[in-house]
């Protein structure tokens, strides 16, 4: 496998989205450096990185750089400001909503440290859900960790504004032919095991229901942006009428 990749690989470099720890896995055990760095366009790039001849782990996108000054706000969102930063919108309105009154940028994103120092990000700032209780969360590291776990080909969580979380599930044809042969319902026998995918979370954090979608997420297209991440709006609205019947609406 090694030398249908190429042979002498030094290193392979992930950016723009979240690598899966299946994907991290796959390269790690081939003895190939899988490095995940984040950054942004407005940073001129780089934000943090992890290394290649250190330590790496999935789901951490490294140190960050010595030319950022970070902060991580009261509500998790990372905040930094340096050289690397640009120095302003075209539009000044635009200037407002992105930089505090001590010149911080906002980057969108919920963070944390590592006790090492190392970066995690945890998700869009605007794609937090706020339950009908009061519980917020982030939704991708769930979306995530379902995603890379068989027969999940891909999730997208649900539960603003209701009182518990649902998830839209897609799943390969093979297993929903299986469960079908068996006169199974797809959506209650994979239950059990989504939740048990996502024991490391809180409880309201788990999917009480869900909502199985056939195929992987490539076989809809108009769900997803040029980089390949849903367009939330466009499935909600491709869904129409399921979402309310899965809370119990008409």
Do not use: C
């Amino acid at each position: 496998v090694r030398a249908k990749l190429g042979g002498h690989v030094r290193g392979l470099y992930a950016g723009g989205a979240p690598a899966s720890p299946a994907l991290f896995r796959f390269f790690e055990s081939l003895g190939l450096p899988l490095v995940e760095l984040y950054g942004m366009s407005e940073t001129a790039g780089m934000i943090s990185s992890n290394l290649r001849a250190g330590p790496r782990r999935p789901g951490v996108v490294g140190y960050v750089s010595p030319d950022h000054v970070v902060r991580v706000g009261d509500d998790g969102e990372l905040l930094l400001k340096g050289p690397l930063m640009l120095t302003g919108h075209l539009e000044p309105e635009d200037d407002r909503a992105a930089f505090d009154e001590e010149g911080y940028f906002h980057t969108g994103d919920l963070v944390k440290f590592e006790p090492d120092g190392a970066l995690r990000v945890e998700g869009r700032k605007k794609h937090v859900l706020v339950l009908s209780t009061g519980k917020k969360l982030s939704p991708e590291p769930i979306e995530q960790a379902l995603g890379a776990a068989h027969p999940f080909q891909g999730a997208v969580l649900l539960g603003e504004g209701r009182p518990f979380v649902s998830a839209v599930v897609f799943v390969s044809r093979d297993e929903l032919s299986r469960l079908a042969a068996a006169g199974q319902d797809a959506a209650a026998a994979l239950l059990p095991h989504a939740r048990a995918v996502l024991s490391s979370f809180s409880d309201y954090e788990k999917p009480k229901k869900l909502l199985v979608i056939a195929g992987e997420l490539a076989e809809h297209p108009q769900l997803l942006t040029p980089t390949l991440k849903v367009k939330r709006d466009a499935l909600m609205a491709w869904l129409g009428k399921s979402v309310g019947e899965l809370y119990g609406a008409a």
